[in-house]
């Protein structure tokens, strides 16, 4: 049961344009997002998050939406720039009787076209 | 660089074996986290340790086991190895207990299993 979905495996985006990466959750009692970028050969890096009590969070180039009545997520990048690159993961939070984890979708591949 | 680390950085054995991965957090870390993802895969949560106990637990096998020392290293033991377990295993660290808090990934185990 995957509880969340990236349904676009890749995305191709003109240097300079908006990129938008979507994310769909299923589990209403997620309470704090996340988004994280994967270059080949390392590890995940953090890029932003949102609380469950926000619609929007931004920080420079990138924008984080939540729409809870639709639990969709979604990460805008603009402008993209080449390093932007990489694989993009959306995460999701939730407390369940204690046993806290984190879900993780299955990934976007975002090129960037100079 | 994230600060974590892991060893070995790849490990290639065979069916039927036994191997441990290690993890070392970015100093100051209480929890520790370990990941697989398999081709095709987002990220699959198995398992959290906080401060030298279990925290929480995901899709773990009962073939695999953890555990964190007191120095908060941790370990990853791998027993009766299969072919689909085949996957690169990641550790992350955060401060945090909770599992939406920023986690820190290390740079991966690419275990091979033939």
């Known amino acids: ?114 | 660089d994230s600060g974590v680390t892991q060893t070995p950085k790849h490990l290639i054995t065979a069916t039927g074996q036994r191997v441990t991965l290690r993890c070392s957090p970015r100093s100051g870390d209480l929890s520790v986290y370990w990941y697989q993802q398999s081709l095709d895969q987002g990220l699959q949560f198995l398992i959290q340790y906080y401060n030298g106990e279990e925290r929480a637990k995901g899709n773990i096998l009962e073939r695999f086991s953890a555990q964190q020392f007191p120095d908060l290293h941790s370990e990853l033991n791998l027993s009766s190895l299969e072919l689909g377990d085949s996957a690169l295993y990641f550790c992350a660290s955060s401060v945090g207990s909770r599992g939406g808090d920023t986690q820190y990934f290390g740079p991966g185990t690419r275990l091979t299993v033939l």
Not at chain 1, 16 to 27: A, E, F, M, P
Not at chain 1, 38 to 54: D, H, Q, V
Not at chain 1, 83 to 106: M, P, Q, R, W
């Open chain 1, 1 to 114: 049961d995957q509880q969340v979905k990236q349904n676009s495996p890749s995305l191709s985006v003109q240097e300079g344009r908006i990129s938008i990466l979507n994310c769909d959750y299923t589990n209403s009692m997620f309470d704090y997002f996340l988004w994280y970028k994967k270059y080949p050969a390392e590890g995940p890096t953090f890029l932003i998050s949102i609380s469950s009590i926000k619609d929007k969070n931004e920080d420079g180039r990138f924008t984080v939406f939540l729409n809870k009545s639709a639990k969709h997520l979604s990460l805008h990048i603009v402008p993209s720039q080449p390093g932007d690159s990489a694989v993009y993961f959306c995460a999701a939070s939730v407390i369940s009787f204690g046993n806290e984890k984190l879900t993780f979708g299955t990934g976007t591949r975002l090129t960037i076209i100079p």
